[in-house]
């Protein structure tokens, strides 16, 4: 049987895939960005996922005002890296999974998730930058994902209650399906940051660092704060967050297994108009 | 019915919902148009004639001319459509950020490595961070009128 391993959580600044594409990751302002995600590269040598199941959005790249789905599941072959306007990264193809994912969508929808399902779609940083992130660069990304685009960017957006459900209901559909598989979920986005209006260049240090706190030992209580909260400490583009809920939710404690272990935990600031942060939580 | 919107008294700050939507969608469409190549380039070698194959407002082609990122949101632009101009320019998506504050580059990427904006005085209208209307613009710009 398919079984949810562990899950991921890390920013997906733009910035950071350029400073990598560029060679500039060694530079000083750089060096403690990457540093950060040295554990995170060994540990998923030693992990070899066989599919990750990433929770990311789009930002108007894919989806443009014709057409904004609340939660966009890829069910397609491959997914092209996208130009969003400075010229498509250099990263590999994305190879998808469409049998886990149309069992996905199966037993999503039937436990009365709306999911719009997608065939054929471009990816933009917000999927590609984590893969950077754990992978480097290589020739071909090392197994296969499946996107899961969440509106973020249009409100109303999902709140942190249904994206933790349906985290909930993810974990369900996979560890249904027959094949033997290590399967990862990442949730991406975040930390605070407000990238608009004069209010730009927000970052809530203490309050990034309590929501890392919430995440790991109080997902459900994290899970009922309103948009507001986020809006108001976080930044505009803080609301990103709730994707990292998603993620959490597919957690074996939260079905009542064993709490899952802390393998990584890390925060800076600034990495552009950004707070970035990563998690990584093993299942047992 | 008017419908909660608890996010109207953050200052410095529009929220993108589905009213904005509805009054920028050629706004922002014109600005995915700019994900082609041979777009931009048209675009470039004559903007205000490229604005005038859309059915954006005069106000809102007034905002794209002026390169007005605040004024563009007003209008029903959201930063991530609004990112496709800067890309267009050559911005960076710091240099876009920092321009709505008013501030030089130099001060906003100061502000970034110091550990940014505080939340501080920035959560409600009426406050008085550095947020807030009445202390724009920011940076040098803002100081030199009050000199």
């Known amino acids: 049987m398919a079984r949810i391993t562990a899950s991921v959580y890390t920013s997906h600044v733009p910035a950071i ?41 789009d930002h108007a790249t894919a989806f443009s005002l014709d057409l904004i789905p609340t939660f966009a599941l890829g069910t397609g072959a491959s997914f092209t890296p996208a130009d969003e306007g400075w010229g498509p990264r250099p990263v590999p193809m994305v190879h998808g999974h469409p049998e ?19 065939n054929k779609m471009e990816v933009d940083h917000g999927l590609t930058v984590p893969l950077s992130l754990m992978f480097g660069q290589p020739e071909a990304w090392p197994c296969k994902v499946i996107p899961f685009a969440v509106n973020v960017v249009q409100y109303p957006v999902p709140s942190g209650r249904r994206c ?19 399967v990862q979920i990442w949730g991406t986005g975040g930390m ?37 909260d986020y809006v108001r400490e976080a930044g505009s583009e803080g609301i990103e967050l709730v994707m990292w ?19 990584q935990r890390f925060y800076h600031v600034p990495a552009s108009n950004t707070a970035v942060g990563h998690l990584i939580l093993e299942n047992n | 019915m008017a419908l909660e919107k608890p996010y109207k008294d953050v200052p410095g700050t529009i929220i993108f919902d589905a009213e904005q939507s509805r009054k920028g969608y050629w ?36 905002a794209v ?21 800067g890309a267009t320019d050559g911005k960076s ?49 803002g100081q030199k009128g009050n000199a």
């Open chain 2, 27 to 62: 706004l922002n469409q014109f600005c995915m148009s700019l994900m082609q190549a041979a777009n931009r380039a048209r675009f470039k070698a004559d903007e205000r004639a490229y604005l005038d194959e859309w059915a954006m407002s005069e106000v809102q082609k007034q």
């Open chain 1, 17 to 57: 895939g350029a400073a990598l594409d560029l060679g500039k990751s060694g530079e000083d302002y750089w060096k403690p960005v990457f540093a950060g995600y040295d554990f995170g590269k060994e540990w998923i040598k030693e992990q070899k996922p066989d599919v990750i199941f990433l929770v990311y959005n």
């Open chain 2, 65 to 85: 001319l002026a390169r007005d990122l605040n004024w563009c949101m007003q209008t029903g632009g959201n930063i991530y459509f609004l990112a496709k101009i």
């Open chain 1, 100 to 118: 886990l994912a149309a069992h996905i969508a199966q037993s999503v929808i039937q436990d009365d998730f709306d999911l719009t399902l997608v």
């Open chain 1, 245 to 263: 809920l998603i993620a959490r939710g597919a957690m074996a404690d939260v079905a009542g297994g064993a709490q899952p272990t802390v393998k």
């Open chain 2, 93 to 141: 998506f710091q240099q876009m950020a920092g321009s709505m504050t008013g501030m030089t580059e130099e001060e906003y990427r100061n502000m970034m490595i110091a550990g940014g904006r505080s939340a501080d005085g920035n959560r409600y209208l009426g406050e008085d961070g550095d947020a807030q209307p009445h202390r724009q613009p920011q940076g040098a710009a």
């Open chain 1, 164 to 182: 933790f459900q349906i985290g909930q209901a993810i974990r369900k559909a996979v560890e249904s399906f027959d094949e033997d598989l290590n």
């Open chain 1, 192 to 228: 605070s940051h407000q990238l608009q209006g004069p209010r730009a260049g927000l970052i809530n240090r203490e309050w990034d660092k309590r929501f890392l706190d919430r995440l790991i030992a109080d997902p459900a209580g994290l899970a009922t704060m309103p948009h507001i």
